[in-house]
């Protein structure tokens, strides 16, 4: 087998990102889940975006965030996922490319327009997501290059992707052709409530085709309809390969067969918008992975990736995240 | 062999505590270091109990604090201590044995005075110990019943008994017992700086004659002198059959050959005194492992007996700890 040409290949749902504040109370008069993410349509998408406060635009997406942080620490990253050829198609072509990942899915002339995630963030710096999920929903099989996933040494994939069945099924195309190609495969679970959607069939996945698992304590809890995080970690040990459980300010777990690393939090000055954290320490840990890094080394510096995303706003890295790599084979400072 | 008499027979200094509220800056001016130990002569005991604010006394000593729980908890419990037929003697002896614990230990005639510890609290809840030995110093092998400990299902050590050669005989006089009975041996480090003091002998102990480790995160970081949680786990993994390590709001980590558990700490409306928390975790962990709990059951009841304990002054349960066992059973509320 020839040297893989990625360290990752990501695929998800091409979103633009617009976040703004908002208070508990703007929530609560929306009807919103604090926490959640929620899919919604055209309409809802322009009847929120004119209520709620200024927006900050920038292109997001879970896989493409976190393919942006694998570039900016220096790793090799490519990108699958739709937009539309309309203005924020452009906006996220230009914007992932310029920051070092290869992206080379055609626009779309027709059809919906491209996806775009109007994120609320409130003063304890939760974030509430609302989905239009346009133009990604028709990411499909076709659009699966099986050339550039065998070329990479991990394909990620995000939960989300099960909401659509034209997704799923490249989702699962995917993954035959990464495992065909003998590469790992990576999934992000995404949110608690996707994982509401799909529980069996992501249980199947993670016992029988996952490789990496990526989750967040409610989304494993979720994951085994347990209300604790360690009768989760008990289920998970048992089936899968390799998991990395992130626990907010409590730090991460890592858990393989024979494995298992409890490592903390990097210390953050403010915390100001968690969104992209998750994201970011997948990033930093398949870093890790993909470049031999033992499983304590890869979990620092997932945990460093997230501390440096969530003292701002965005998704995206306000700084080259390099230096954390060289940070990452010493012990993180205490909190 | 028989069924044992007793669930945990403890073995320790016996010291009364005087408890008093001080501020960062008394600490300061008297050179003490915030959350340690030390060691006081009888003249600096007497000086600074001048010194420092109105105290509560009550009896206590940390195997002496864990006995009381573990009976408030409904487990049958011992205790082998030293103190002298002095008030402070006095009022140790029938504090104890009114909360449910055998102590038959006879009180000294002559020798120095009954052991205190003056432990000044901080806003923040910390708790800076200065420790006058006195009496418990002179505890020695004497003072160690074969039959006692034999009738005990676990023996459980304080690590401050190595501070004195007296006790450090006794504890592996009664460490023989113990084992040659075909008992369990247990052992709480105690202190960092303790740790510190003994890290060799320690470490020895652990490998090779120690059934069940208590330690808290900066014990375990200083017994194998890491500055990472995560190193330390993976050390005592290899070293010991199995450990039970507190991480205060962080939660605990239980390790023994084949399993592992990550567990919350209970919630707690407001952290008033830390003094104890250690003490009844362990007590807690004890009565689990004395009952036949899971390990996950055994860390639950541990936390929620150190989330009484530190909701109010002193290391002596405020309630009956009885209901915790019950409670035990479920998952712990969500904090």
Known sequence: MSEPGFDVIGLGNAIVDVIANAEDAF???QGLDKGAMRLIDEATA???YDEMGPGLECSGGSAANSMVALASLGGRAAYLGRVKDDLLGRVFAHDIRAAGVAFDSR???DGAATARCLILVTPDAQRTMNTFLGASTDFGVGEIDAGLIGAANVTYLEGYLWDKPAA???????????????RKVALSLSDAFCVDRHRAEFRALIEREVDILFANEAEIRSLYQVDEFDKA?????????????????????????DEIHV???????????????GDFYAAG???GITHGFDLARCARLGALAASEVIGHFGARP???LKPLVEASAKSLPRR
Chains 1, 2 share one sequence.
């Not at 799923?168 to 003998?182: D, I, Q, T, W, Y």
């Not at 490592?263 to 954290?277: C, I, K, S, Y």
Request: hydrophobic share 45%; charged share 25%; aromatic share 4%.
């Open 168 to 182: 799923k099924a490249a989702f699962r195309e995917a993954l035959g052709h990464a495992h065909a190609a003998g």
């Open 263 to 277: 490592v903390d939090a990097a210390p953050v000055a403010r915390v100001v918008d968690t969104t992209g954290a």
């Open 285 to 287: 840990f398949l870093y």
């Open 107 to 109: 626009s779309a002339s």
């Open 233 to 257: 970690l008990q289920a998970v040990r048992k089936d899968c390969e390799l998991a990395a459980l992130t626990r907010s300010e409590k730090g991460s777990v890592v858990v393989s067969r």
């Open 318 to 320: 306000a700084t080259s």
């Open 27 to 29: 929530l609560v008069r």
């Open 46 to 48: 322009e009847r929120l």
